[in-house]
């Protein structure tokens, strides 16, 4: 836990940094993104596109639309700071300036 | 010259922790919190024309702003809006820096009353360090439990007031009480307490120096015009410990007694007098913290300060700069334009829907047939007839529907038609515009165009 005995922000780790951040930006898009959605299809009106017989009721669907944005955008962000923070590192030895 | 014997503030500055230091700015933020939150908590049980006066009513489509109701036909203003709040967003950073962030953003508002009930059951930061400390006593049970409890309780209510925006909150209240809550609301409230719980009870401005996007793109928009708040170090430098009775001009220091008091109460615990850094979230309390040390001292206050890049030059500050009439600019025509396209809407919504399943029929008396689906959307509040027509081609016709069309208050009509043009005025397919028009003083018309197909010759 944070906060107890602590002056001032401790500082994140890395690893933290990324699993927060990816997860809490790609929750922010996931909102932006139910919100555009939504606003142009209803979801009562989309289980049909899949299965003639699919009535999805409202809340339902928005529930699943929102998850739907959240994974996708979750994969998209987690994949590309992995591909980020892994990329390996060339040529060390001209790098100006070691970090 | 400097004392060796420390003022009296610089021992009682080791039992400051952040935000226990009072001040002008601390109360400003007070109030400000109390406001916002006020208003979170409090608008979605005022009531307009006995409905919930600001309801974004999800399950069924509408969002009721007081006297307006809007549709999903309406998204182009929610897109002009979006887009206005946006852009004012750039105008206010780039006018006042962070102000945002120190007083109105929901992460800070949220922050400052977990914190108020964490002082409430845990005391002061000095008490709360020598809590944890302690071994489990009844009394820290008592106080943590105490604690746990109010935050998990204001969590629930601010999860359930967040629900009660989109879904009628008398309603949920009759439900929470009866205990017949569905599981989606359930499943939002929490999911929305769980996140403020976390946010503001653990996280608090860690949220802001890492997750925050806004934090690091403020930088771009700011300039040297730009209010800020800054350690005035023409003033301040050298800095020194000295005794009150010390004049510091005789003793070759500037105003700062370097008591380090602005660094202890910074919730990001960075040191203002390095200059302007990204994780200040412009809170003010070293402004609260420094002013307390300058009245001790007897020094005029304003040593840290609200102020500009320019200013603190010697320099003129402009607060009418090209950035800002570029921005107040198109603010401007942003926001009147959304006015005047809200003012002139008219409330009725047609949309023709031709039936895919079928190209034409051809009838007895050589008639050409097309069928649609006529929904018509009512949006006004009250009850009204229509009239429904049809032209752009010689002749043609609606067949199946009466002179007139009833439809309620805020409410949908879906009806097919039936639209019937002579043979020997049908070839191919052909435009044509269907009319909906109000049977009352309002004169209020729609027109949706669609297609109407014939045999090709
Ligand atoms: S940094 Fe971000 S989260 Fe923190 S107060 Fe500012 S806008 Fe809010
Ligand atoms: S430096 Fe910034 S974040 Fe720190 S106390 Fe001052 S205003 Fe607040």
Redesign the pocket.
Known sequence: MVGEEYRGTKQWSRNKQAVFTVLWISFLCAAVGTMVFFALFDPADIGGAFDEDLTLDRDAGYAAGFFFFWIFSLACSAITAFLVRTAPRRDAAHRDSPD | MTDPQPASMYESAKKIYPREMGGRFADLSKLATVTLLGLFYIVPWLTWDDRQAILFDLPARKFYLIGLTLWPQDFPFLALFLIIAALSLFFFTALAG?L???FA????VWTEAFIWMEQLTEGTRSQRMKLDKAPWSWNKIRRKGSKQFLWVTFSLWTGFTFVGFFTPIRELGVEFVTFSVGGWTWFWAVFYGFATYGNAGYMR?Q??IY??P??RFQSAMFDKDTLIISYDEKRGDPRGRRKRSVDPKEAGLGDCIDCTLCVQVCPTDIDIRDGLQYEC?ACAACIDACDSVMDKMNYPRGLVRYTTEHAMQNEQTHVLRPRMMVYGALLMVLIGSLITTMAIRTPIILDVIRDRNSLYRELPGDMIENIYTIKLINQSNNAREFKLSVEGVEGIHLDGIGNTILVDGGSVLSVPVRARVHRDNAFGVMKIDFIAEALDESGHKRVEDSRFLGPTP
Do not use: S
């Open positions: 962070r945002w962030c120190g953003c929901p992460q800070t401005e949220v802001c997750m925050c806004y934090a979230i």
